[in-house]
């Protein structure tokens, strides 16, 4: 079994920073490309950041400049930077990740359970 685990979310006022870490564990023999996720109250889930198992990244535009997604693949850990907050990117934040197990041709999408993110104005 594989499981993803955040951490790192809290209440910040607007213009401060965050950081959150999610951390893989179980069988794994790979991992493919890991993102975050958020889904602000009564809105959908939206991608916010994608990072490649080379290290490409990509960033959502309403973050570019603030937020930074990186990834230590020895922890099999992804993280999200998150500088100069706003009031907007309050929002249940998710980890996924594209995770190869034991059978080498097989990979499947895991999630983790979410982080609650809240900046105050």
């Known amino acids: 079994q594989v499981q993803l685990v955040e951490s790192g979310g809290g209440l910040v006022q607007a213009g401060g920073s965050l950081r959150l870490s999610c951390v893989a564990s179980?069988?794994?023999?790979?991992?493919?490309?890991m993102g975050w996720y958020r889904q602000p109250p009564g809105k959908q889930r939206e991608l916010v950041a994608f990072?490649?198992?080379?290290?490409?990244?990509s960033h959502a535009d309403s973050v570019k400049g603030r937020f930074t997604i990186s990834r230590n693949n020895a922890k099999n850990t992804v993280y999200l930077q998150m500088n100069s907050l706003k009031p907007e990117d309050t929002a249940v934040y998710y980890c996924?990740?594209?995770?190869?197990?034991?059978?080498?041709?097989?990979?499947?999408?895991?999630w983790g359970q979410g982080t609650q993110v809240t900046v105050s104005s």
């Open positions: 996924k990740a594209n995770i190869r197990g034991l059978i080498a041709s097989v990979t499947f999408d895991y």
């Open positions: 179980g069988t794994i023999s790979s991992i493919n490309g």
């Open positions: 990072i490649s198992s080379g290290g490409a990244t």
